[in-house]
């Protein structure tokens, strides 16, 4: 599996990849993906600015990605996009006063499989590579009305561990999650 940074060409692929995994009052029976949580092909490539936007590929072909960003991109990305002010994650993000990694979106195109597998394992493995020196890499995965337990499965076996819940808009309640690095 090839990790490298993403370029602007990936875009229209990890969209369709985080399209597909999108979960919906409709469709909240399985265990994994975005809880209402969509994002334009503009704000992908915003996104792409961030040196720890990583995708992973198997002969060419997308298989996963990992949208990450230090605190410092965090804040610029605030400033771009302000409505992310009232966001209760960036608001939680920006609270913080150390130097972190935060892992937005980390999404692979066969969920379940060994190959997504692999492929989220070696994303998650170089971000910790690319976070050295930094506090910790933190995340966020739904916790009410709908679980992502193989978000938080996967997170926690990496040595994460739930820090607080943040109260979200439309009654979603989140899990902060947090790996310390040093």
Not at 21 to 45: M, P
Not at 88 to 94: G, H, K, M, P
Not at 157 to 177: D, K, M, P, T, V
Request: hydrophobic share 35%; net charge negative.
């Amino acid at each position: 599996m090839e990790i490298r940074k993403v370029q602007m060409r990936d875009i229209p692929q990890i969209k369709t990849v985080a399209d597909s995994l999108v979960v919906t009052l409709e469709n909240q029976d399985r265990d994994y993906g975005f809880y209402k949580y969509s994002l334009t092909n503009e704000q992908y490539a915003r996104r792409s600015e961030s040196d720890l936007f990583l995708v992973g590929l198997d002969n060419s072909r997308l298989e996963g990605f990992c949208m990450a960003y230090d605190s410092e991109f965090v804040l610029r990305l605030i400033e771009q996009e302000p409505q992310l002010r009232e966001n209760e994650i960036f608001r939680y993000l920006t609270e913080q006063q150390e130097d972190y990694v935060y892992i937005d979106q980390l999404a692979v195109r066969a969920p379940k499989s060994f190959n997504g597998a692999t492929c989220a394992c070696e994303l998650f493995d170089r971000i910790k590579e690319e976070s050295r020196g930094k506090a910790s890499i933190q995340g966020v995965s739904p916790h009410s009305p709908w679980k992502n337990k193989s978000s938080i499965e996967f997170f926690t076996h990496q040595g994460g561990r739930l820090i607080r819940e943040l109260e979200g808009s439309e009654g979603i309640i989140f899990g902060a999650y947090r790996l310390d690095l040093i």
